[in-house]
């Protein structure tokens, strides 16, 4: 089982910047794409950034040169710079991850989530 434990959300003004991290964790083998989504409320969740192992990143167009996502493999570990926010950036965020997990002698294909953090842009 993998778990995501995020961090980093909060209150911030219009033009400010927040940082979030996403940690993952235990019986890990390897991940492939980790990936960040927000719901806002009475919206569907959208991608807002995702990168794969090898780094290879995609962004929503709403957020393309504000935000970046990046990634420590050794750590397990994604992280979200939001540059420049808006009011329109209030959501719920959530970390994402795919790859295989340790499954007694051999691996399995693991999906996970976090539980969300709230961002709030606001004056």
């Known amino acids: 089982q993998v778990q995501l434990v995020e961090s980093g959300g909060g209150l911030v003004q219009p033009g400010g910047s927040l940082r979030l991290s996403c940690a993952a964790s235990?019986?890990?083998?390897?991940?492939?794409?980790m990936g960040w989504y927000r719901q806002a409320p009475g919206k569907q969740r959208e991608l807002v950034a995702a990168i794969t192992s090898g780094g290879s990143t995609n962004y929503a167009d709403s957020v393309k040169g504000r935000f970046t996502i990046s990634r420590d493999n050794a750590k397990n570990t994604v992280y979200l710079q939001m540059n420049s926010l808006k009011p329109e950036d209030t959501a719920v965020y959530y970390c994402?991850?795919?790859?295989?997990?340790?499954?007694?002698?051999?691996?399995?294909?693991?999906?996970?989530w976090g539980q969300g953090t709230q961002v709030t842009v606001s004056s």
């Open positions: 235990g019986s890990i083998f390897s991940i492939n794409a």
């Open positions: 994402n991850a795919d790859g295989a997990s340790f499954a007694g002698l051999d691996t399995a294909d693991f999906g996970s």
